[in-house]
């Protein structure tokens, strides 16, 4: 690679001061070809940061030099090389894996709502899907169990425009809690669930830290005995908010939860 005829003496007055008085910036992208006046340096750009850019000959030689005010010059003429404008990004994501709503004010509640069934089904839900839910306006809320949920259905008296989903622990065949759902028939309640005995267990063990959730024999309190057999104390709201934290997106919980969620929230936004 070889500098091109500038004239006779390319540095004779003021060669820093084109003849219109203006000094053009020019990204230094990379393949760029541009010449060091001082040293008489020619070659391609190669990479460019804060500190200088770095331009490399036809021989690979490589020299570092400052982002000077008509530093360079190209084609014979002074230019100011700067950084090029960074290249987009990628979405950002919120903790769902959902497109992030930059600026995000949340909209007004809609009538419609999502139940689960305590406080740590509701926080790990705002945790995960808050961004959504606050973009679609739809709220959370616990109820404390599911024994009464068919008299707190008819009391939230569903249509239309009023839908309800329903988040269920352990909803499996022949449960208490299947049965219960079986008892409501409204086509505006979609009531689902996950198979977990709590949704301490909805979160991946390798998420907080051990190998599996224990196996907790019947007639024992489900919640004492995991942290019992874990050995992490005697605090279930200490456990869960170790929990909790160790809960950062959607990966780090189980499928069988994320899918019931996805379902329960565009059941209550559908057009």
């Given at each position: 690679?070889?500098s091109?005829?500038?004239?006779?003496?390319?540095?004779?007055?003021?060669?820093?001061?084109?003849?219109?008085?203006?000094?053009?910036?020019?990204?230094?992208?990379?393949?760029?070809?541009?010449?060091?006046?001082?040293?008489?340096f020619?070659?391609?750009?190669?990479?460019?940061?804060?500190?200088?850019?770095t331009?490399e000959?036809?021989?690979?030689?490589?020299?570092?030099f400052?982002?000077a005010?008509?530093?360079?010059?190209?084609?014979?003429e002074?230019v100011?090389l700067?950084?090029?404008?960074?290249?987009?990004?990628k979405?950002a994501?919120?903790a769902s894996g959902?497109?992030?709503?930059?600026g995000?004010?949340a909209?007004?509640?809609?009538?419609?709502?999502?139940?689960?069934?305590?406080v740590h089904?509701?926080?790990?839900?705002?945790?995960?899907?808050?961004?959504?839910?606050r973009?679609?306006?739809?709220v959370?809320?616990?109820?404390?169990?599911?024994?009464d949920l068919?008299?707190?259905?008819?009391e939230?008296?569903?249509?239309?425009?009023?839908r309800?989903?329903?988040?269920?622990?352990h909803?499996v065949?022949?449960?208490?809690?299947?049965r219960?759902?079986e008892?409501i028939?409204?086509?505006?309640?979609?009531?689902?669930?996950?198979?977990?005995?709590?949704?301490?267990?909805?979160?991946?063990?390798?998420?907080?830290?051990?190998?599996?959730?224990?196996?907790i024999?019947?007639?024992?309190?489900?919640?004492?005995?995991?942290?019992?057999?874990?050995?992490?104390?005697?605090?279930?709201?200490?456990a869960?908010?170790r929990i909790?934290?160790?809960?950062?997106?959607y990966?780090?919980?189980?499928?069988?939860?994320l899918?019931?969620?996805?379902?329960l929230?565009?059941?209550?936004?559908?057009p």
């Amino acid at each position: 690679m070889v500098s091109k005829n500038y004239g006779n003496d390319v540095l004779a007055g003021d060669w820093r001061r084109p003849r219109k008085g203006l000094i053009p910036e020019v990204p230094a992208e990379p393949g760029l070809v541009a010449e060091d006046p001082d040293s008489g340096f020619c070659g391609a750009v190669v990479a460019c940061d804060k500190s200088g850019v770095t331009l490399e000959d036809r021989f690979g030689k490589r020299r570092v030099f400052p982002l000077a005010k008509s530093g360079f010059l190209i084609d014979g003429e002074p230019v100011t090389l700067v950084r090029p404008p960074a290249a987009p990004g990628k979405p950002a994501r919120s903790a769902s894996g959902s497109i992030a709503v930059q600026g995000l004010r949340a909209r007004v509640a809609k009538e419609s709502r999502i139940y689960v069934e305590g406080v740590h089904d509701a926080e790990l839900v705002e945790k995960i899907w808050g961004h959504d839910l606050r973009v679609e306006g739809v709220v959370v809320e616990y109820l404390e169990g599911v024994d009464d949920l068919p008299a707190i259905v008819e009391e939230f008296a569903p249509d239309e425009g009023r839908r309800l989903g329903v988040l269920v622990d352990h909803l499996v065949d022949g449960s208490k809690e299947s049965r219960i759902a079986e008892r409501i028939t409204s086509p505006h309640v979609l009531v689902t669930g996950h198979p977990f005995i709590d949704i301490w267990e909805a979160v991946k063990p390798a998420a907080v830290g051990i190998g599996a959730w224990p196996r907790i024999p019947r007639g024992v309190p489900w919640k004492e005995g995991v942290i019992a057999e874990l050995g992490w104390g005697d605090d279930t709201g200490a456990a869960w908010k170790r929990i909790l934290a160790s809960v950062n997106t959607y990966t780090d919980l189980e499928p069988a939860l994320l899918g019931r969620v996805e379902e329960l929230i565009d059941f209550v936004t559908a057009p």
